[in-house]
């Protein structure tokens, strides 16, 4: 039989593997490690919201296929396994997803944004004002 569980136990159990960044972690780590911020919220919320100044834009059905090293799609930034990637999202739940897959594609570094893109802005971190 399948194990049951619901997306609040699976988002648990996903995060237990990830070692999640404040947005000041994340400012440190791209400044000090190199990391790279990743933004995967929709178009709506990035023109509602604004944008991470430097943030690459990858939508979240493109994510795996732009930063794989190996692959035909990447981007000129996925450039190994052993790449930083801090993925963003709106308040920090679908980015932790995101962020296991990379992990499982063998990005092993792959983390993201505690509170997400929100929390970014609430902490007075630059953003790029929205359209």
């Known amino acids: 039989m399948t194990e049951r569980i619901g997306i609040d136990d699976l988002l648990e159990r996903e995060r237990a593997q990830l070692d999640r960044l404040t947005a000041a972690q994340a400012t440190e780590a791209v400044a ?13 919320l990035r023109d509602r919201d604004g944008t991470i100044p430097g943030a690459l834009v990858v939508e979240r059905n493109e994510l795996e296929w732009r930063l794989d090293p190996f692959g035909d799609h990447r981007l000129p930034e996925a450039t190994g396994h052993d790449l930083l990637v801090v993925v963003v999202c709106n308040e920090g739940y679908a980015s932790s997803l995101a962020a296991r897959s990379l992990q499982a594609l063998g990005l092993h570094r792959a983390t993201d944004l505690v509170g997400g893109f929100q929390a970014w802005s609430a902490a007075g971190l630059p953003v790029t004002p929205p359209r």
Do not use: E, P, Q, T
């Not at 490690?33 to 929709?42: E, F, Q």
């Open 32 to 44: 000090a490690d190199g990391a790279v911020l990743v933004d995967i919220r929709y178009a709506a």
